[in-house]
């Protein structure tokens, strides 16, 4: 190969990568709550019955199912949304329960093993507010926010503490401690 088209090459490719930006975008522009499953007594809690939650769709191409039929998880990831003041998100809990049923007919015991269905739903609201996050031009944009309350209606879940307002990109972080009741 020609020793002066080498040299162009290089010289080529310096210039394009000494143009490229050094910000790291982030890939996904999305910020998620995270929710912490607790039991009564402060310790951590795994979800035994299934669990959806849905939101309301605000437009014709959002996904309104923010989580679908989760089980055995002790943290839900629940997106944020970026345009409006609240979120309201309904807990739907299905679950399956099992008793035995005992009969005595002429001194004869018949232990009888019922299975039922219990289905519950919860209301929960979300206040936030709503700040745009910059990091650069070439990123797209994000939006980060401030939870200030949540209110929720208590037939599965018994009650929500707000662990930490700010929501942003970090997901190590735990925003709210659900505590649900047991579905008997």
Not at 61 to 76: A, G, M
Not at 145 to 164: A, E, F, L, M
Request: hydrophobic share 35%; charged share 20%.
């Amino acid at each position: 190969m020609n020793r002066g088209f080498t040299l162009l090459y290089i010289c080529t490719m310096l210039l394009v990568l000494a143009g490229c930006t050094s910000i790291d975008c982030p890939l996904n522009s999305s910020v998620y709550s995270y929710y912490g499953l607790y039991k009564a007594d402060g310790t951590a809690d795994t979800l035994n019955d299934t669990l959806t939650i849905i939101t309301r769709q605000l437009t014709p191409e959002q996904d309104p199912v923010l989580i679908n039929q989760d089980t055995k998880v002790s943290r839900l990831k629940v997106a944020m949304s970026y345009d409006s003041p609240q979120d309201v998100l309904y807990f739907l809990m299905h679950g399956t329960r099992t008793y035995n049923d005992t009969v005595i007919v002429d001194n004869d015991t018949t232990v009888n093993v019922v299975r039922y269905s219990v289905e519950l739903t919860d209301t929960v609201t979300v206040e936030k507010t709503d700040e745009m996050h910059f990091e650069s031009v070439d990123c797209n944009p994000s939006f980060f926010h401030t939870i200030s309350r949540v209110t929720h209606t208590k037939h599965v879940i018994d009650s929500i503490v707000i662990q930490n307002p700010k929501v942003d990109y970090d997901s190590q972080r735990e925003h709210f401690r659900i505590y649900f009741r047991t579905l008997d």
